[in-house]
């Protein structure tokens, strides 16, 4: 346990704490923030604010549990507040285009998340995670990228497990769609070049 | 799913920071953090918290707490030492007997003071100065009614003891230095002199009841006794050390006069400036009596030097301005300008009685007495005009004229009481001195201290020039004084 090392060791995990925790999950936080945002060099920017805003909250007398899910929410918020400077469409907006309402039973389901997502080419998915809409990048990134339960999520983004559930489940019927297209087109293609 | 989620996360692997993207992100996170450090606080706060055992956080406190004193302990001893060697000495200065802090006073303090004190002279000084400590403890203690016999007791000892640390110095000096011996012999005999005159008359004022200082009174006759018994008789300092110690004492004089200007009132001010002036005179009398008459001139030295002490005890001690008048201590010494005034005051009064005499003459008196009294009047009359005659001309001798007058005056005096002549009574002892209109009041003096006094100050009689008695310090002003008042 962390509290019976020697005083001198507690005296200096501070800075070394928090400089293990940069080792730990600078890679993480980079790759979240790089599929968030699309943009090599605002996700290094962004990783280093999340880590200057963590410092600051210890340099006032916090103290910081996990460093882990704390820096996840730190970046995540700073990801947020970069969408807003960018004025995207609103969550509303985006439901209502469409034409779902959040919340529908069967979504919720963690079987039916399942289901889905065995239905679904995770490379492909991937690779067309910037098509969706930010709220579900987010939540797919966390979810499969990130591998953060949905408790964990749900802390984070400061939305049920419901809501998060719903969400996911609407993000990979996005994505299966978007493959569906991709594929359709594709086939097209092969077609009209035969 | 969990293929899906394998195929993501296999793709997304490949996201990652570069090497030098992440030494970089590193280095500029390092020099954040140097720039904006934890404060002690945070870091030693955050560092013993130990969420589940209380007994491990109060563990790591008390370790932490040995640990900050392990790194400020310099600091603190420097402020510990501070405190014992600064502070205490400093606040037992204003203590006194009764006080927690006294011992610390008078055998830390003044004991310190002591070792510095390297030659005889200056040990004499500082017993001396203990000395008066001492008595202004005393007088301290009985304004406040503290002063309770066993204290008085062992203030009295300890004047006792000072004053024979003082006199064994003196001993001790005179076998290597006597002139110096002698110096410190007047710094000694002043100060019980002065503390002497301030005691008896605090006893006075308390006639009714036994005075609280009395032993210490006592104490200090004896001791005066004892310092004039062991004096060296015939034995003078040096002309120049003689010279500059008076020098010395004057500077220290003027310096002290300067410093009690918010303290004293304005004609214990005016007195002791007076007195100044008079020592001033006495030493350019002296300084050019040097060449005829040395022997004289010394004695006028150490007259001088005495009076300059006496003053400085003097204004010293606040206690010894209260009980005492600068006149019981240095009798004023008149200018020759007011030696002429009073001789003329003199003439003139012995003239108004003579010519009453002769009125009484005329209505006749007992046989037995009648020819006397003429005997008297003829010889006064014979005196009036001789001084007259002297006063006219350019130079003459003021001791002279002033002998002569005073006899006949006393003379003119009784016999004018014998006859009956009550306008004359009560016999004039005392005179005011048409100095200025503020000396009035204190530069009443003794007509036979005053001839003593003259008698000091003897003049060839040559010289009638009457001395600036504003004097200027300049020369005075010029010598190092290390003595300066605290």
């Known amino acids: 346990m962390a509290d019976q090392r020697p005083i001198e060791d507690m005296e200096e995990s501070q800075e070394d704490r928090f400089l293990k925790a940069f080792d730990e999950y600078n890679d993480a936080l980079f790759r979240h923030a790089f599929i968030r945002v699309s943009n090599r060099e605002k996700a290094v920017d962004l990783v280093h604010d999340s880590f200057t805003k963590v410092w600051t909250y210890i340099r006032s007398g916090h103290e910081i549990d996990s460093y882990r899910s704390f820096l996840y929410k730190v970046l995540n918020n700073l990801i947020i507040d970069e969408y807003r400077k960018r004025k995207e469409i609103s969550l509303d907006a985006l439901l209502e285009a469409d034409g779902v309402d959040e919340g529908a039973f069967s979504d919720l389901s963690e079987d039916t998340v399942e289901a889905l997502a065995a239905t679904i080419d995770g490379r492909k998915a991937f690779d067309l995670l910037n098509r969706l809409p930010d709220i579900y990048r987010e939540v797919i990134t966390l979810r499969f990228v990130d591998g953060l339960g949905p408790k964990e999520i749900s802390d984070l983004v400061e939305e049920s497990e419901n809501v998060i559930s719903v969400r996911i489940h609407r993000a990979l019927r996005l994505l299966r769609s978007e493959i569906e297209k991709q594929d359709n087109k594709a086939k097209k293609k092969r077609g009209g070049d035969k | ?486």
Request: net charge negative.
């Open chain 2, 1 to 486: 799913m969990k293929r899906f989620s394998e195929q993501i996360q296999n793709k997304s692997n490949s996201l990652k920071l570069k090497v030098g993207e992440k030494r970089e992100l590193r280095e500029r996170l390092v020099s954040y953090m140097e720039y904006h450090p934890l404060p002690k606080a945070v870091s030693t706060k955050a560092s013993t918290k130990a969420k589940n055992k209380k007994e491990v956080y109060l563990a790591g406190e008390s370790v932490r707490v040995l640990n900050f004193n392990k790194l400020r302990f310099w600091q603190w001893s420097g402020v510990f030492v501070a405190a014992i060697f600064l502070v205490i000495p400093y606040v037992a200065e204003k203590s006194v007997p009764g006080d927690a802090l006294y011992a610390v006073k008078v055998n830390f303090n003044e004991e310190i003071r002591s070792t510095l004190a390297r030659s005889s002279y200056e040990k004499v000084v500082w017993e001396t100065e203990r000395l008066n400590r001492r008595i202004a403890e005393a007088r301290l203690l009985a304004d406040e009614g503290k002063l309770t016999d066993e204290m008085e007791e062992s203030v009295a000892e300890a004047v006792r003891v000072h004053s024979e640390n003082a006199r064994n110095e003196i001993k001790h000096l005179k076998e290597t230095d006597e002139g110096e011996a002698v110096l410190a012999s007047i710094q000694l005999d002043t100060t019980i002199d002065v503390q002497s005159a301030s005691l008896r008359n605090i006893g006075k004022a308390s006639s009714t009841e036994k005075s609280a200082t009395d032993k210490i009174a006592d104490v200090l006759a004896l001791e005066s006794k004892a310092v004039d018994e062991e004096k060296s008789i015939n034995v003078t300092p040096s002309k120049e050390r003689l010279i500059a110690q008076v020098e010395r004492e004057t500077t220290r004089a003027y310096e002290l006069l300067n410093s009690i200007k918010t303290l004293a009132t304005e004609e214990e001010k005016h007195d002791i400036k007076r007195r100044l002036e008079d020592i001033d005179r006495k030493t350019k009398t002296a300084l050019d009596k040097y060449d005829n008459e040395e022997e004289s001139a010394q004695d006028d030295m150490l007259e001088v030097l005495r009076s300059a002490q006496k003053l400085i005890v003097f204004m010293t001690n606040i206690d010894v301005r209260e009980t005492v008048t600068v006149d019981e201590i240095v009798p004023v010494t008149l200018t020759e300008e007011e030696r002429v005034l009073n001789v003329k005051e003199k003439r003139d009064k012995i003239a108004n009685l003579v010519s009453q005499i002769e009125l009484k003459l005329e209505e006749g008196l007992p046989s037995e007495l009648e020819g006397k009294i003429e005997g008297v009047v003829i010889e006064a009359e014979l005196v009036v005009e001789d001084v007259n005659t002297i006063l006219s001309e350019n130079n003459f001798d003021l001791n002279e004229i002033e002998s002569k007058i005073n006899t006949v005056y006393d003379v003119v005096l009784d016999s004018a009481e014998l006859i009956g002549l009550n306008e004359t009574k009560p016999k004039i002892d005392k005179e005011v001195i048409p100095v200025d209109k503020s000396t009035t009041t204190s530069t009443t003096t003794d007509i036979n201290t005053e001839n003593e006094e003259n008698k000091a100050s003897t003049t060839d009689g040559s010289d009638k020039k009457i001395e600036s008695t504003d004097s200027t310090n300049s020369n005075a002003s010029s010598t190092g004084d290390n003595d300066l008042v605290e």
